[in-house]
């Protein structure tokens, strides 16, 4: 069967929040990604503070892996201000990292950002007022500029969209109302219904909920480690 055309199982988590200590390993969950899965996603806050170390720890860890890994950073991996250093610890270590990129991978698209806070419908926040909020509101757009422009590069005719802040309100619902806002924007879900899309994978919202769709249709999954997914697993098992 042509490989653009047979199924594609994807395994998919976010939030790992792998930290300086060590003190959690991940090698036996990548380890049984690889026995069942043929591509591994990781959707944002791979480290805990955004540290290189942290980021060599991760690394050493997905030496058991032996399945593609694409991902995109998260609000943690920006913390201590070494975004460069993490990315080249992670890139040497074979991960596919993107940030307003797409790779195809077994036949699929993947398109990943970061994403943006920002509110979801006709709550969204607006650019008005204070300079501090105008430029919040330029990040969000500016996000999702990335990722409209990152969508215009898939060749695949099957897609998968990696972000870490969601694009719905539907897979933040379990997280306080009062935190929304900083949970993801629709501005995403916006860019992604220009485009015909599988699925939509994210975490960031730990209390969130699994599965949610776009207003267009497109199926999204929040996959942040600490959510309950339909395997019982850590993991989601997509079939693209």
Known sequence: MDEQRKSVRIAAVADLHVTEDGAKSYK????EIS?????????????????????????????????PTVA????HDHESGQVDDVCRVLTDAGVKLLNG??????????????????GFGR???GS????AIKAMVAESVEESMRLENAMR??????????????????????????IYPF????????????????????GHAHRGSYEGRTPGGAPVYNVAAHVEKPTGKTYALLDL
Do not use: W
Request: with cysteine.
């Open 183 to 202: 949970l993801g924007s629709s501005r995403l879900a916006e860019t992604i219904d220009r485009f015909r899309v599988n699925a939509v994978v994210h």
């Open 72 to 75: 995109v950073l998260g609000n």
């Open 123 to 125: 709550h969204m926040l």
């Open 28 to 31: 036996d969950l990548f380890a």
């Open 153 to 178: 590069q898939v060749r695949s005719d099957r897609s998968l969209v990696v972000l870490h802040y969601a694009p719905i309100a539907e897979t933040v619902v379990g997280e306080p109302l009062e």
């Open 35 to 67: 026995s069942v899965a043929d591509v591994l996603v990781i959707a944002g806050d791979l480290t805990d503070l955004g540290k290189p170390k942290e980021a060599e720890l991760l690394a050493s860890d997905l030496r058991h892996c032996t399945v």
């Open 128 to 131: 008005f007022g204070e300079a």
């Open 101 to 118: 990129q797409a790779a195809e991978v077994a036949g699929i698209g993947f398109v990943g950002v970061k994403g943006f806070a920002g």
